[in-house]
């Protein structure tokens, strides 16, 4: 038996809607989830590009994005190819690793620009 991810309640084996509230489970299989994955939005090659490449595994990528010139290019390109390339080229042992680090690096972009505006909000607040 499996809960609901919207309201917990328990689902019966291959239920596809939860009785209780609802909300539509997807059975999809591991390789559709991992690809679903791979090609999907990555908040930490936007937010923190220099660091995602690096933890990303992708040196080029990397060296491109801290040349001013070709950051341009690199970062839409880190954006919407970073994940699958990490991964086809990373050397990562297992999947998991590599979506673990994926996320690390997603979660440590958004919480980096989190500081950088209470700095900036605690910075002006101090200037008055």
């Not at 994940?83 to 680090?101: A, I, L, T």
Request: aromatic share 16%; charged share 25%; with cysteine.
């Amino acid at each position: 038996k499996k809960t609901c991810p919207e309201c917990f309640d328990r689902l019966h084996e291959l239920e596809r809607t939860c009785s209780a509230c609802g909300y539509r489970v997807e059975l999809v299989s591991v390789e559709a989830d991992n690809e679903r994955f791979l090609d999907g939005f990555s908040p930490g090659a936007l937010l923190w590009t220099q660091v995602y490449a690096f933890g990303s595994r992708l040196y080029f990528w990397f060296i491109m994005s801290i040349i001013p010139i070709t950051w341009f290019v690199a970062l839409p390109i880190l954006i919407m190819r970073g994940r699958r390339w990490s991964w086809k080229h990373g050397g990562w042992s297992s999947f998991e690793e590599f979506k673990k680090r994926q996320m690390m690096l997603d979660r440590i972009s958004i919480a980096w620009v989190f500081i950088i505006i209470v700095m900036i909000i605690a910075w002006r607040a101090l200037a008055k």
